[in-house]
C-alpha cells in the first residue's frame, strides 16, 4: 500500500515538473543565500584580520633590539629552545634605479596564525616561497624589482605600496644580513611556564602590542552583516514557504481521492513528511553548494589577498566548514519544516470531502489577510514599546523581528486596500475586471511579494548601512590617521632628543601624551594634544559648542569622546572634573571608534602642568612627502624602520579592504533581489494553472489572450511597485535599527545615518524591473494558453 | 448481508443550530444486489453514501459493512476497509491526474495489495478502454474518465461498490451506455452496487429502490 500511495504521490511531480524544479529551486537558492552571506561575513572577518596583521605592527607584542639595528639569529634560536612562540621578521631596503623598496621578510611557518598560510592548497608555492625564492609585491614595485633580484617577483596588488613581501631566508640573503634580524612577533598564545624574556634575551626590548584603531568599527560592521544574514534567511523562508504551500495546495484533489481510496490520513502524512526530508536535504545540498559557488566569486579579491602574501591558499579562504554547510542543511531542514506545517496541518484537517478543487482563493483571504494584519498590528506595537522602552541587545534584535515580521504580515492587507481604493476608481468593466482578478491574486502571490519587500528593504537597509558607514569610516580614518606618519619609541629620555629632529625635519609634529585616568567615574585615556592646523582642520564633532579649538588650547575647555559622554551622562557645555581641582565645561564630543575606553582631550601646556614628568612616547608627524621624511629619518638619524609607521599605507589598505567588503555586500544586494524575483516568478507560473479557470470567463466574453497576457504583466508590476513603495521606509527603519539601536547597545556608540536618495530610486527601478521580468515568461505563457485548455473549463468535466 | 444501516441520524451545523438531513435512516442490502437511492436534490443522498463509505461519521445510529460495524471503527481501519471491501466512485474528480489510464485502474488493487493484471485487462477491455491505457486522465472525455473509475473500483474486487451518480456529466447515450457496463460487470464480480441516482430511468433498471424524502427512506 505504502509503494502504490508513494509512487501516486510522487507522480505528482513527474507530472509538474516545473513544480517540482520551483520547489527545488527556491529551496536551494534560501539556503544558498544564507550560506553564502554565512561564508562571506566569515572570510570578510579572516581576510581584514589577516590584512591589519600583515601590515602588522601594531596587532601583536614584539620584540626589538634595545640598541643597534639588527637582532642575531641566535637569540631568536634561544627564545624558541626555551619554548617562546615567537616569529622572526627582517626588514631593509633594496635599491632600484628610481629610489627604493623595502622588503619584508617574515617566516609563515611560525608566523601567529592569522598572519601565517595555516594549510597550503598548492605545496609547490610554498616549495617556491622557501627555497627558490619569491618575492610578492604590487605592479609599480614588481617592476621595479625586476632586474635587481634574482630571485622571482609576483605581481600582487593587494601588497601594501612601495613593499616586497619575502621569505625570510631570502630576505637575509637579499639584504646580506645572514643570521641577522629586525623584529620578533610573539603570538598571542604562548605556553604555560616560560622562563622570562629578560632571562633569555636581556638585549631585547618588548614593545606591546598597539591598537589596530578600528577593530571594533570592524566588529560592529560584522554584526551588521550578520543581521544581514538573518534577513537573507527570512527572505528564503517566504520563498520555500511560497513554493511549498502551493505546491500542497495543487495536491488536495489527489488527497481526497487517495484517502476516498482507503490511504489512512496518518499513513499520507507521514508519506508526505518522508517525501519532503528528502527533498529538503537534496535541496539543501544544492543550496550549499550554490552558496559556496556565490561565495567563491564574490570572494577573489579577499581569497587573492590571502594568496598574494604567501602565494598559497590560506586555509581561511573558503573551506567548506562544517559549521556553515551543517547549518545551510539546517536551514534547509528547518525551513522546509516550517514552510510545510501548515499546509500538512491544513491537510490533516481538511475534511476527507472537501472540495477537491485548490481553495477558491479569494473568500478565504480576506479573512486571513485581516488576521495576519492584526498579528502585524501586534508586533508593530510591541516594537515600538521596545523601541522607547527597551534595552539591551537580545531586545534590539527582537525589535528588528518585530519590524521585519510585523512589516511583511501586513502586507498582504496593505495590498488589498490599495487595490480596492483602485477598483473604487475604475471606469470600464475591463479595469473592474483586472483589479478584482488582482484582488484574487494578493493572497496567492503574497509570499512571493513579502520576499520582495524584505529583499528591498534589506537592500535599502544595508545599503544605507552600509554607506552610512563608510563615510564615517573614511572621516574616522582622515581624523585619526591624519599625520603621514607615527614614530614611536621605548625610551622616555630619548623623547626631547627625538621632538628636536622631527621639528626640524616635518611641517608639524604632534606629540600624544596620555595618561590613563577616571573622569566621571569612566575609565579615561586624558591626552594632551598640541592644538594646530591638524586638528582644526581634521576633527569632525557630533556635537560642539563655539570656538572649540581656540578653548581647548588656551586651557579653557575639553574635548570628550562619545562613549565616555554617554557613559557619563554628559554632554557638550557640561562641566567635567578632569584632574582633582580641575573642571572644564564640554566644548565638543567627537566620534571614536576604535576604543572601548573614553577619552578626554585637553591642551599640551595644560596637561604638562598636571603631569609634569611624563613624556611623549609617540608623535605624529605630517609632512607633504611621507616617504622621503622616512628615508631621512632612517638613513640620517638612526631611527630604526621599524618605530615608524607609515599611516597613509595603513589608511589606504584598511579603505582597500572595506571596498572589497563593499562591493561584496552589493553583489549580495543583487542577489537577494534576484532571488525574490524567482520568488515571483515561481509563484506566477505555479498560480498559472489555478488561474486558468478565473481567466476562461474573462476571454470567453471578449478579453484577447493576448491583452490577458499584458494585463498579467501590469499586474505584477502594480503589486510590486506597492510592495516596493512600502520596502524604503521599512529598509531606512531597519538601518536605524541597526546604526542607533543595535550599536549603541553592542559598542556604546552611534553611527551617524546618512542617505541616499538617488540609490533608493535606482534600488526601486530594480526591483520593477525584476518583478517586470519575473512576469513575462507567465504572461507570454498565458497569451499562448490554447483555446482548448480554457474551454475545459467550461467542459466542467476537469 | 453486505450492508445494513440501521437507524442512522446525521445533521450539519447550519446558521441557526443544527440541521437534520438523516433523521433515522434503515436499509440493507444482500450479495449481489443493486439498488437505487433517489431523492430530491439536497435530501441527503451522497450524505448517506459517505457515511456508508466512511467517509464521514454518524451521529448515532448504525452501520455493519461486510458484517463490520463501521461506525465505531477507527480512522485507519475505515480506510483498510475502503481498499479492500469497498469501492467508491464520485460524480467526478474520481482519478489521479498524474497517473496513466492503466496505473489509475490499477490503483486501488495495488493498494489493497490484491492486484490481478488479468481482471484488470479483461475490464479494460470490456469497458474498452485498451487503447487508452497510455493516456493520462486529462485526455479523456468525461464518459471515458467515469469508466476508468468504475475500472479501477472493479479491478479491486470490492463486496460494496458506491456510486454517486457516476454518469450524472454524461450525456443520455453515454450514460445508458456505461451504466449498462457497469451494471453487467457488478453482476459478474458479485458485488453489491448502492447507486445514487436522479433520473427514475436509471433506477428503473436496478432491482431495488428507494427514495429519500424528509430524512427518511420511503
Ligand atoms: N459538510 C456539510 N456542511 C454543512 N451542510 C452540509 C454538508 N454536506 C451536506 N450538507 C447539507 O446537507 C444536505 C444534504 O446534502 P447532500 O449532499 O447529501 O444532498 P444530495 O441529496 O446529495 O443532493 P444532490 O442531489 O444535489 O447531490 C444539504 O442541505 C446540504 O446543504
Ligand atoms: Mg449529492
Same mark, same amino acid.
Given at each position: 500500500m505504502i509503494a502504490t500511495a508513494l509512487t501516486a504521490l510522487l507522480s505528482h511531480w513527474r507530472c509538474n515538473r516545473l513544480q517540482f524544479f520551483a520547489m527545488i529551486a527556491g529551496l536551494a537558492l534560501a539556503t544558498a543565500l544564507w550560506s553564502g552571506v554565512q561564508a562571506i561575513n566569515a572570510e570578510a572577518r579572516a581576510s581584514y584580520d589577516a590584512a591589519a596583521a600583515t601590515l602588522g605592527e601594531g596587532q601583536f607584542d614584539q620584540l626589538l633590539p634595545r640598541s643597534g639595528e639588527k637582532i642575531d639569529q641566535a637569540t631568536y634560536i634561544a627564545l624558541r629552545r626555551a619554548g617562546w612562540q615567537v616569529s622572526p621578521v627582517l626588514e631593509g631596503h633594496v635599491r632600484t634605479e628610481e629610489g627604493r623598496v623595502r622588503v619584508v621578510g617574515v617566516d609563515p611557518l611560525t608566523a601567529p596564525g592569522t598572519i601565517?598560510?595555516?594549510?597550503?592548497?598548492?605545496d609547490s608555492n610554498l616549495d617556491d616561497f622557501l627555497t627558490r625564492g619569491v618575492l610578492f609585491a604590487a605592479p609599480d614595485v614588481a617592476e621595479a624589482l625586476s632586474g635587481v633580484v634574482s630571485q622571482r617577483v609576483i605581481t600582487d596588488?593587494?601588497?601594501? +605600496?612601495?613593499v616586497a613581501l619575502t621569505d625570510i631566508g631570502v630576505a637575509q640573503t637579499l639584504l646580506d644580513?645572514?643570521?641577522? #634580524?629586525s623584529r620578533l612577533i610573539i603570538a598571542p598564545m604562548q605556553p604555560m611556564g616560560l622562563p622570562d624574556i629578560a632571562a633569555v634575551a636581556p638585549d631585547l626590548a618588548l614593545q606591546p602590542a598597539q591598537d589596530a584603531g578600528a577593530d571594533r568599527l570592524t566588529d560592529s560592521f560584522h554584526l551588521n552583516l550578520t543581521a544581514f544574514g538573518l534577513l537573507s534567511f527570512a527572505v528564503g523562508i517566504f520563498i520555500v514557504h511560497g513554493t511549498i504551500s502551493l505546491a500542497f495546495e495543487q495536491r488536495r484533489s489527489m488527497v481526497r481521492t487517495l484517502r476516498a481510496l482507503g490511504v489512512p490520513l496518518t499513513t499520507l502524512i507521514g508519506l508526505m513528511i518522508s517525501e519532503l526530508v528528502v527533498f529538503a536535504v537534496l535541496a539543501g545540498g544544492i543550496g550549499v553548494a550554490l552558496g559556496y559557488v556565490i561565495a567563491a566569486v564574490l570572494l577573489p579579491n579577499v581569497a587573492a589577498t590571502l594568496q598574494g602574501l604567501y602565494g598559497a591558499s590560506v586555509?581561511?579562504?573558503?573551506? #567548506?566548514?562544517p559549521e556553515w554547510w551543517l547549518s545551510g542543511m539546517a536551514i534547509a531542514v528547518l525551513g522546509t519544516g516550517f514552510a510545510a506545517s501548515g499546509a500538512l496541518w491544513n491537510i490533516a484537517q481538511?475534511? #476527507?470531502?472537501?472540495?477537491?478543487?485548490? %481553495?477558491?482563493?479569494a473568500v478565504a483571504s480576506g479573512e486571513t489577510a485581516r488576521r495576519l494584519g492584526a498579528v502585524a498590528l501586534a508586533l508593530l506595537v510591541i516594537g515600538t514599546g521596545i523601541a522607547i522602552w527597551g534595552q539591551g541587545l537580545t531586545l534590539a534584535f527582537a525589535l528588528l523581528a518585530c519590524l521585519l515580521i510585523g512589516a511583511a504580515l501586513i502586507l498582504p492587507l496593505l495590498l488589498r486596500s490599495a487595490v480596492m481604493l483602485a477598483d473604487g476608481q475604475a471606469r470600464s468593466a475591463m479595469w473592474q475586471w483586472f483589479w478584482a482578478d488582482t484582488r484574487q491574486q494578493v493572497p496567492g502571490m503574497s509570499l512571493a511579494l513579502m520576499a520582495l519587500l524584505l529583499a528591498t528593504a534589506a537592500n535599502v537597509g544595508v545599503s544605507t548601512m552600509v554607506s552610512s558607514f563608510r563615510v564615517t569610516f573614511v572621516d574616522f580614518l582622515d581624523q %585619526? #590617521?591624519? +599625520?603621514e606618519l607615527f614614530i614611536r619609541i621605548?625610551? +622616555?629620555?630619548?623623547s626631547p632628543y627625538l621632538e628636536a629632529i622631527l621639528l626640524s625635519e616635518a611641517q608639524e609634529v604632534l606629540p600624544l601624551l596620555s595618561v590613563e585616568t577616571e573622569i566621571a567615574a569612566v575609565p579615561t585615556d586624558l591626552f594632551g594634544v598640541r592644538v594646530g592646523p591638524t586638528y582644526r582642520e581634521n576633527w569632525l564633532f557630533l556635537d560642539e559648542a563655539e570656538d572649540v579649538w581656540d578653548r581647548v588650547e588656551t586651557g579653557n575647555a575639553v574635548v570628550v569622546s562619545e562613549q565616555l559622554a554617554r557613559r557619563a551622562g554628559i554632554w557638550t557645555d557640561d562641566l567635567v572634573t578632569?584632574? +582633582?581641582g580641575l573642571s572644564l565645561p564640554i566644548a565638543a564630543i567627537v566620534a571614536d571608534y576604535g576604543n572601548p575606553l573614553g577619552q578626554a582631550l585637553i591642551s599640551e601646556p595644560l596637561f604638562r602642568n598636571l603631569y609634569p614628568e611624563m613624556q611623549p612616547l609617540s608623535f605624529g608627524v605630517r609632512s607633504n612627502d611621507p616617504t622621503t621624511l622616512r628615508n631621512v629619518l632612517t638613513?640620517?638619524?638612526? @631611527?630604526?624602520?621599524?618605530? @615608524?609607521?607609515?599611516q597613509s599605507r595603513i589608511k589606504a589598505f584598511s579603505l582597500g579592504v572595506f571596498e572589497r567588503t563593499f562591493t561584496v555586500t552589493g553583489a549580495l544586494n543583487v542577489l537577494t533581489l534576484a532571488v525574490a524575483a524567482f520568488a515571483i516568478l515561481m509563484s506566477l507560473l505555479t498560480l498559472a494553472s489555478i488561474r486558468v479557470p478565473q481567466l476562461a470567463p474573462a476571454w470567453a466574453l471578449g478579453l484577447t489572450r493576448r491583452r490577458l497576457g499584458q494585463l498579467e504583466l501590469l499586474r505584477a508590476v502594480v503589486l510590486a511597485m506597492v510592495t516596493t513603495v512600502l520596502a524604503i521606509p521599512l529598509g531606512l527603519m531597519l538601518a536605524w535599527v541597526l546604526l542607533s539601536y543595535v550599536n549603541v547597545e553592542a559598542f556604546g556608540w552611534k553611527l551617524p545615518l546618512y542617505l541616499f536618495p538617488g540609490h533608493y530610486a535606482v534600488l526601486t527601478l530594480f526591483a520593477l524591473l525584476a518583478a517586470a521580468l519575473a512576469a513575462l515568461w507567465p504572461a507570454i505563457r498565458l497569451a499562448r494558453t490554447p483555446p482548448s485548455d480554457l474551454l475545459k473549463v467550461f467542459a466542467n468535466d476537469r | 448481508m453486505v450492508l445494513t444501516v440501521h437507524d442512522v441520524t446525521k445533521s450539519f451545523p447550519g446558521a441557526e443550530g443544527d440541521v437534520p438531513v438523516l433523521r433515522g435512516v434503515s436499509l440493507s442490502l444482500e450479495r449481489g444486489e443493486t439498488l437505487a437511492l433517489t431523492g430530491e436534490s439536497g435530501s441527503g443522498k451522497s450524505t448517506l453514501l459517505h457515511l456508508i463509505g466512511g467517509l464521514d461519521r454518524v451521529d448515532s445510529g448504525s452501520i455493519t459493512v461486510a458484517g463490520r460495524?463501521? =461506525? =465505531?471503527?477507527s480512522d485507519t481501519d475505515r480506510a483498510a476497509l475502503r481498499r479492500s471491501d469497498v469501492g467508491v466512485i464520485f460524480?467526478?474528480?474520481? &482519478?489521479?491526474?498524474? &497517473?496513466t489510464v492503466e496505473a489509475n485502474i490499477a490503483f486501488q488493487a495495488r493498494l489493497a495489495g490484491a492486484f490481478d493484471a488479468d481482471h484488470a485487462a479483461r475490464l479494460s477491455k470490456a469497458l474498452g478502454l485498451t487503447e487508452h &491505457?497510455?493516456?493520462?486522465?486529462?485526455? &479523456?472525455s468525461g464518459g471515458q474518465q467515469q469508466r476508468v473509475a468504475i475500472a479501477r473500483t472493479l479491478t479491486a474486487r470490492p463486496k460494496l461498490v458506491l456510486a454517486d451518480e457516476? =454518469?450524472?456529466?454524461?450525456?443520455e447515450a453515454t450514460a445508458s451506455e456505461v451504466l449498462g457496463q457497469m451494471l453487467r460487470l457488478v453482476r459478474e464480480t458479485g458485488a453489491a452496487l448502492l447507486m445514487v441516482t436522479h433520473s427514475s430511468s436509471v433506477a428503473r433498471r436496478m432491482e431495488r429502490h428507494v427514495n429519500l424524502s424528509q430524512g427518511h427512506v420511503v
Open positions: 601565517a598560510p595555516v594549510g597550503m592548497q598548492e596588488p593587494s601588497v601594501a +605600496p612601495g644580513a645572514h643570521n641577522q #634580524l586555509a581561511g579562504t573558503l573551506q #567548506l566548514r481538511m475534511p #476527507l470531502l472537501a472540495s477537491a478543487r485548490p %481553495r477558491a482563493w %585619526r #590617521l591624519a +599625520p621605548e625610551d +622616555p629620555a630619548q578632569v584632574a +582633582p638613513e640620517e638619524h638612526g @631611527i630604526p624602520e621599524s618605530a @615608524i609607521t607609515d | 460495524e463501521i =461506525t =465505531t471503527m460524480q467526478q474528480f474520481n &482519478l489521479i491526474p498524474s &497517473l &491505457l497510455a493516456k493520462y486522465p486529462e485526455a &479523456l457516476p =454518469t450524472g456529466n454524461l450525456d
